[in-house]
């Protein structure tokens, strides 16, 4: 009678347990953007990729909080998966090594923002650096993703320009003309080439204008493939 009673107790106990976990997931999706809950999460694939998503605090070039309901780096799940592979290649390597993910998908809205942000610089000049938002980057349809690499005590590589510096030494097309001129050095090169050797492994596409940046599929196959999100 005693051993039924504390089966029935556990049991309870258990259901409660399940209940209440599936309430709190429920909850969670309520508070993601409208079509998050169709992404993943980068670490729920591989934990050993590090996040530190710029835009939940001020280290960025807008030097404020941009996201508030974004905590996590997700990705379009095909986009992800190939992810993981880059970072699995990446160890093979260097087993000390880990990409840093410092943006992944980004609403359009922040977008707007961020495009507002530098009015001062002309259009064409603009969209060096960021997405026209009427066009939509590939960031908003979550196939893109800023990142560098790190060790396994999450310190980034050097690669001799910050992420989202707007200067030319950030741009990987500029890099031979500052190696020459002294102002980049071939460690920092070689760290750079380290991370698109890993990552154009599995198809992702470096912009000429950002060494950190990296695209999953062009912008017109994104615009096919997925829906923007607002």
Request: charged share 25%.
């Amino acid at each position: 009678m005693i051993i039924k009673k504390i089966t029935f107790i556990f049991t309870l106990i258990l259901l409660v347990f399940i209940t209440t976990s599936q309430k709190n997931k429920q909850i969670e999706l309520k508070k993601l953007r409208k079509g998050f809950e169709k992404l993943v999460d980068i670490q729920t694939l591989d934990s050993t990729v590090r996040v530190d998503l710029k835009y939940t605090s001020t280290d960025n070039f807008m030097k404020k909080r941009l996201y508030f309901d974004i905590e996590k780096a997700y990705l379009q799940k095909t986009i992800a998966q190939r992810l993981v592979k880059c970072n699995t290649y990446l160890k093979t390597i260097n087993s000390n090594y880990r990409l840093l993910i410092y943006d992944a998908a980004r609403p359009r809205s922040i977008q707007q923002a961020m495009w507002d942000a530098l009015d001062t610089i002309p259009v064409k000049e603009r969209t060096k650096f960021v997405s026209n938002p009427a066009n939509g980057s590939v960031h908003n349809y979550a196939a893109a993703v800023d990142l560098t690499i790190c060790d396994k005590a999450g310190k980034a590589l050097d690669m001799g320009a910050g992420y989202d510096d707007i200067r030319l030494i950030a741009y990987p097309c500029k890099e031979d003309f500052y190696l020459k001129k002294g102002l980049l050095n071939k460690k920092q090169i070689d760290n750079r080439k380290l991370l698109r050797k890993v990552l154009t492994a599995q198809g992702f596409i470096n912009i000429p204008t950002e060494w950190w940046h990296f695209n999953g599929v062009t912008r017109k196959q994104a615009k096919a493939l997925y829906t923007i999100l607002e």
